[in-house]
């Protein structure tokens, strides 16, 4: 008499269990922890890769902790999707400020024989920074806040470009520079 020790079927309930639990949870997690929503999604795979190699015991392991993790995403979206919101609005805060100190400190940017397309090149880089913040908070509203500070990242970091070329010629002219860069 043989007999076959170890689990000998697959483990389609508990696939069907985390695959429902990763669904039910993706695609709201995905706007706002798409790190997390990837990794479970990987860990479906993995699990799907012990199937297909017969590894019954390891795939089951690997699903009731893809469901775990599921139903606790789930459970702390909210406060997920929370942060993400914070963290959109700091960061469009920071570009704001950061635009403002540009354009105030535009204003003593040395003007001379030279510098007078230079100037005008970073006048228009603010007023197209300008235009670009309320694109920030159609984001927000639309709770698109990955790409809403994404965006506002890159507002803060232009406006800080701006304003260390304008302190760069204020150095060099002898001026002092009245207003410090925030990156």
């Given at each position: 008499?043989?007999?076959?020790?170890?689990?000998?079927?697959?483990p389609t309930e508990e696939l069907n269990s985390a695959k429902s639990a990763v669904?039910?949870?993706?695609?709201?997690?995905?706007?706002?922890?798409?790190?997390?929503?990837?990794?479970?999604?990987?860990?479906?795979?993995?699990?799907?890769?012990?199937?297909?190699?017969?590894?019954?015991?390891?795939?089951k392991e690997i699903l009731i902790k893809v469901k775990a993790d599921a139903d606790t995403l789930k459970a702390t979206l909210p406060q997920k999707k929370e942060q993400?919101?914070?963290?959109?609005?700091?960061?469009?805060?920071?570009?704001?400020?950061?635009?403002?100190?540009?354009?105030?400190?535009?204003?003593?940017?040395?003007?001379?024989?030279?510098?007078?397309?230079?100037?005008?090149?970073?006048?228009?880089?603010?007023?197209?920074?300008?235009?670009?913040?309320?694109?920030?908070?159609?984001?927000?509203?639309?709770?698109?806040?990955?790409?809403?500070?994404?965006?506002?990242?890159?507002?803060?970091?232009?406006?800080?470009?701006?304003?260390?070329?304008?302190?760069?010629?204020?150095?060099?002219?002898?001026?002092?520079?009245?207003?410090?860069?925030?990156?």
């Amino acid at each position: 008499m043989i007999f076959v020790v170890g689990c000998s079927k697959p483990p389609t309930e508990e696939l069907n269990s985390a695959k429902s639990a990763v669904d039910a949870v993706a695609p709201e997690a995905s706007k706002y922890v798409a790190e997390d929503v990837k990794k479970l999604n990987d860990d479906l795979q993995a699990a799907q890769n012990e199937i297909d190699a017969k590894n019954y015991k390891k795939a089951k392991e690997i699903l009731i902790k893809v469901k775990a993790d599921a139903d606790t995403l789930k459970a702390t979206l909210p406060q997920k999707k929370e942060q993400a919101k914070n963290n959109a609005i700091t960061a469009q805060d920071a570009a704001k400020t950061a635009v403002a100190d540009a354009k105030a400190l535009l204003t003593k940017a040395p003007k001379g024989k030279g510098s007078r397309a230079d100037i005008e090149a970073m006048k228009a880089d603010i007023k197209g920074l300008e235009e670009s913040l309320p694109e920030l908070q159609n984001l927000i509203d639309a709770e698109d806040y990955a790409v809403a500070t994404e965006k506002a990242n890159a507002i803060k970091e232009k406006a800080a470009t701006v304003s260390d070329q304008i302190n760069q010629a204020l150095e060099k002219v002898g001026a002092k520079p009245k207003a410090e860069t925030k990156k």
